[in-house]
C-alpha cells in the first residue's frame, strides 16, 4: 500500500497523509518542497516521484492552476489517481480530457474526493435507486456560509469568479450547460444555482433528464465575492476548535417522470478533516486494484451504502 500525497506540505495534504499513516499505507510525501521534491514544471521528476506507487492522491489547491501536471505525471507512471478537488471545472477537465489515457494506461482516476464530491455523489445514487426512474435530480450544498474556511480553499474559489454560480455548469438531456435556470423549490426559497462536483459525476450513473447543483444564497454569496486579495488574508491552516465547528450537509432531491418523489442526505462535521478521511478511504480502495481503469465516479468505484457506512458520517435515504 505504497501511496504518494502531492501537496503533502499543505492544510489538507497534510491531513490524508495523516490519515493514511493510521491505517497504515506507506505514504510517500511529494511537493515542491521536502522530503520529496518534485516541482509542477519538472514531469520528469514527477514521474520518478510516483513510480513504484499504487495510487497518487493531489492535493494540489488550486487545481485548475496546478492540477494537470500531477494528473499527466501519476498517469505516466502507471498510478491509480484521485484528487480533493472541489472545483467543477477541473473536475469536468478530468472526465472530458483524461478518461482514454486512464484506460490506457490501466488505471483509475477520481476526482472530487471530497466532503462535498463524494457523499453528495453517493447520496445521489441511492436517492435516484429508489425511484429506478429519474426525471429531475438535484444535488444540494446546504452548509451555513459561517463555516471558515482555509486560504487554499479561499484560492480555489477566488479564481473561479462566476464559474461558481452563472457560469456553473448544470446537466440537461445528456450535455452540460451554463445557461439553464436551476428548479429547486424542495431546497428552499432562493436556491442558487452553483459549481458543485455532482453534477458532473452523478450522470456518469445515474441516468437523468436533469442534473442540477445548488447551494443556499448565503454560501453563494459569500464564495461568489470572495476576491484573490481576501483569500489571502485567510489562515493557511484551520485550528481544531475552527474544524470540528464547522458542519457540512449534502442532499440529494429526485423527482420521477410521474411525479414521485425522494430525497436522502449526509451530514457531519470537519469538513477538512472529512475530506481527508474520505480521501484515504478511497486510496485504499484504488491500491486493492479491483476496480476497472477510467475516469470515474465515486458511485462506480465504490458501494454507496457501505461506504458512507466506513466513512462514519450521518446519513439517510427517504423514497
Known sequence: MRIAVYGAGG??????????????????????RGPVVAPLDDPDALVAAFRGCAVVVSAVAPFAAHGEPVLRAALAAGCHYLDTSGEQWFVKEVFDGFAGAAVEAGVTAVPAATDDGVPGDLVAHLVARELGEVDVLTVADLRQASGAASRGTGRSMALAGDRLTTGAFQYSRGEWRTDLVVEADEVGPGAVAFGLPGTITVPRHVTARRVQGVVLPDLAAAFGGLTAEFAETLPPVLGEEERHTNEWRMAAFATAPDGRRARGAAWGTDPYGTTAVVAAELALRLAEGDVRPGVLAPAQVVEPAGFLDRLGVGWEVVG
Open 11 to 32: 492544510f489538507t495534504g497534510g491531513l490524508v497523509v495523516e490519515e493514511l499513516g493510521r491505517r497504515g499505507a506507506e505514504v510517500v510525501p511529494v511537493g515542491r
